[in-house]
């Protein structure tokens, strides 16, 4: 069959049911699979609902309920403070030790939750993995925006909190957004790297709790990037953590901090890292998620 | 108009059966692997003929065929078989491993009531999830919402959680869903086997309204009742490769002759232990036994004698409620009787071998081909052995259903009831 024949048959194809070229080709791929994410965008209803339903799920059948997403940071704020801010004198840039840990605790929370989800999340779900089709970016996606809501609650509290210290929104709320952004795609990186590795080694199911221990002391949430020597500050650049948590300390709180020259590097090689991990972390997940529904 | 919708070309899977059988590895066993690979002969080729297990397994291999729109397809053939994995690798669920397969229109695939159903969201919020998760739009599902519930006969408990819900109510909601999906091409795996009976056969119904709306179907069951009355096509599949193609009545004619050549047809059934035995880390089977009342061990038995069968089994770690059920199947798939020792089993059972024993008295079966499917579980929590066919037996002799005549008696069972006569009156 010549072209033209089958661009007659395509034509007729809109009024006739059966189409004359397969409109889906199942075979074995080989070498690199393609990303793909116009499907992702196809089940964008998919991934609503399944935000939708963790969102509904994750606090049914407990007495504190929502109160739960304020408890968790609220209590670590007033260790912290304790500990850190009141015994320990961990300066904390002149603002309230207590804001100055919440702010940070606020997007390390939603980044530490997020990993946690989107790591689990495949080997939880292996109904959906061994009994359905669609595309599988779609489970460790929910979890990172169904914790946006925890992270839309606790925000609320911030408020108060700034409130409460008489402290001033300032302009540099707009770069807000992006920080959350940037979080969020931090998390999914990891998280994709991780989800794909946990379904067949569950180390991954053990690893993530301590990994997120560790990365919390390694991220100025308790304490301020000013407190590590200019010359090894270019560590924090390989976190790109700590660009999130002091850029939202900058962003709310109006300190003045990272306007220097190393600052802006570390912004930059941050977002090269995160960049090279979320690629990385779609290439692998996107190799491996043809096996999923065999070793799962 | 092309007049195929789907054509399926030298399909074929290859499973690693470490990776199948065992669900996981840890970062220990991958790092121990490799340090001892260069001990190790790990070709699969050369493992069978060392007499070991070979690694891998052909689950479908070189498997062709082509599909006409508005066919309706029976896809049988005994557990393993590859039909499960067919229909993976066509509802894109797992990758071929060479071949490929080409289809012509909207699939669905259903090879599971209700995934996704989450027990603390209501049954009206479950409607929408599910039919999310099988490939529904939002606006698709608001069109046949009342639709669906009035199939799911659950409007009164619309807005209650699901978990409240009675294992009948679940199943028919999630049914109801899946029913209500408009794809061309619909891939439904052993779906029918859930619910009462007046559900199932409702279920069928619009399995038949689905076939002659000229949707292109292919369907899996091990119920033969059902194959023989929606398709007229089916596919017997064995060992992972096409057997035959043709009119259902032939192939489900050959599937129940290929069933009776089984292995373990001596009444017996053993197992070396490790790995091969069915079973799990908690619990394999051992050996079953079928004994006449005689005390022999054998697979044809007497009509109005009993049978006894003996399974015994050894637990691995303490398990607390487990109990063997035994089914007694028909050459067709119907379950004759299900029995079970729970009521025998203690609340835990501490490791070691156990024999459970049954006796399935004289007069009750027909004289037919009946299988001895077994599964352990613990109910409400968890499957320890899934079902299985094991054992064969053939009944013989003279029938109790109450006549001498050499005929094939229908019925799963030919019950020894009394009949009386008496003449009523004379008529002259």
């Known amino acids: 069959m010549n072209d033209t024949q089958l661009n007659e048959k395509v034509k007729e194809d809109q009024v006739n049911p059966v189409p004359d070229v397969p409109t889906l080709i199942i075979q074995s791929t080989r070498g690199w699979a393609s990303l793909d994410l116009g499907a992702v965008w196809r089940y964008r209803e998919l991934l609503y609902f399944l935000v939708w339903r963790d969102v509904k799920v994750r606090y049914k059948q407990t007495v504190l309920g929502v109160l739960w997403i304020i408890l968790q940071p609220v209590v670590s704020m007033v260790v912290f403070s304790l500990l850190f801010g009141q015994l320990l004198k961990v300066p904390s840039d002149g603002v309230p030790y207590p804001v100055f840990a919440y702010t940070a605790l606020l997007p390390w929370n939603y980044f530490a939750g997020s990993l946690t989800r989107s790591s689990g999340s495949l080997v939880s779900n292996p109904q959906l993995i061994t009994k359905v089709y669609f595309p599988r970016l779609i489970i460790p996606l929910s979890g990172l925006f169904s914790n946006l809501v925890d992270f839309g609650v606790a925000f609320v509290v911030l408020i108060g909190l700034m409130f409460f210290y008489g402290i001033q929104i300032t302009s540099a709320i707009v770069v807000l957004p992006f920080l959350i952004l940037l979080a969020m795609l931090t998390a999914l990186g990891f998280g994709l790297w991780l989800a794909a590795l946990n379904v067949r080694y569950r180390d991954v199911g053990y690893l993530v709790p301590f990994l997120i221990q560790v990365w919390m002391y390694a991220t100025p949430v308790i304490y301020g990037s000013t407190l590590i020597p200019e010359r090894f500050r270019f560590l924090l650049a390989l976190n790109p953590m700590t660009v999130v948590v002091e850029g939202f300390r900058w962003s709310l709180l109006g300190q003045t901090a990272p306007a220097s020259q190393t600052s802006i590097w570390i912004l930059i090689l941050s977002l090269i890292m995160v960049a090279v991990v979320l690629i990385t972390g779609l290439i692998f997940f996107r190799r ?4 999923f529904a065999d070793i799962i | 108009m092309s007049n195929i919708a789907l054509r399926v070309d030298n399909l074929s899977k290859l499973y690693h059966i470490g990776a199948s059988l065992q669900h996981y590895a840890t970062l220990r066993d991958v790092l121990a692997g490799w340090l001892t690979k260069p001990l ?48 993976k690798i066509l509802s894109q669920i797992t990758e071929p491993t060479y071949g490929r397969a080409e289809i012509f229109g909207r699939v669905s695939s259903l090879l599971e009531v209700g995934t996704g159903f989450h027990p603390e969201l209501t049954g009206r919020e479950n409607i929408y999830l599910n039919g999310a998760i099988l490939g529904m739009r939002r606006a698709e599902i608001n069109r046949k919402f009342d639709e669906i519930v009035a199939f799911a006969e659950i409007e009164k408990f619309l807005d209650t959680p699901v978990k409240h819900y009675s294992s009948g109510m679940y199943v028919r909601l999630a049914f109801a869903v899946a029913a209500h999906l408009e794809p061309d091409i619909l891939i439904v795996d052993e779906v029918l086997a859930v619910g009462d009976a007046a559900f199932q056969k409702k279920c069928l119904g619009k399995m038949g309204d689905v076939a002659t709306e000229g949707r292109t179907v292919l369907f ?24 035959i193609d043709g009119p259902t009545q032939a192939i ?13 047809d001596k009444g017996e059934i053993h197992w070396a232990g490790g790995e091969e035995a069915p079973g799990c880390d908690e619990v394999r089977l051992s050996s079953i036994h079928l004994i006449s009342h005689t005390g022999k061990v054998q697979n044809t038995f007497q009509l109005d004698k009993s049978i006894v069968v003996e399974v015994t089994y050894i637990v691995h770690k303490p398990l607390r409620g487990m109990r063997i059920v035994l089914k007694l ?7 004759a009787f299900a029995s079970t020792d729970h009521n025998q089993q203690p609340a835990e059972l501490q490791p070691g071998r156990y024999m459970s024993t049954v006796t399935v008295p004289g007069g009750i079966l027909n004289r037919n081909k009946y299988y001895i499917h ?29 006549s001498n005549f050499p005929e094939n008696w229908p019925g799963v069972f030919a019950l020894r009831l009394e009949w009386s006569f008496e003449r009523l009156d004379s008529m002259d």
């Open chain 1, 288 to 291: 491996t998620e043809r096996t």
């Open chain 2, 40 to 87: 190790r002969r790990t070709r699969p080729d050369r493992a069978s003929k060392n007499g070991r297990q070979p690694d891998t397994i052909w689950a479908l291999k070189d498997v062709s065929f082509e599909i006409r729109p508005g066919e309706v397809v029976g896809i049988i053939g005994r557990n393993g078989a590859g039909k499960s994995t067919l229909l």
């Open chain 2, 220 to 243: 899996v069951s091990h119920n033969m009742g059902a194959i023989r009355s929606l398709c007229e096509r089916s596919i017997l599949l064995m060992d992972g490769q096409l057997e």
């Open chain 2, 252 to 264: 489900v004619n050959a599937y129940l002759l290929s069933v009776t050549t089984m292995k373990g």
């Open chain 2, 329 to 335: 199947k028909t050459e067709e798939g119907v379950i």
């Open chain 2, 374 to 402: 077994l599964s352990v579980d613990i109910p409400g929590v968890k499957v320890l052995i899934p079902g299985t066919e094991y054992l064969s037996l053939t009944c013989i002799g003279e029938s109790a259903h109450g």
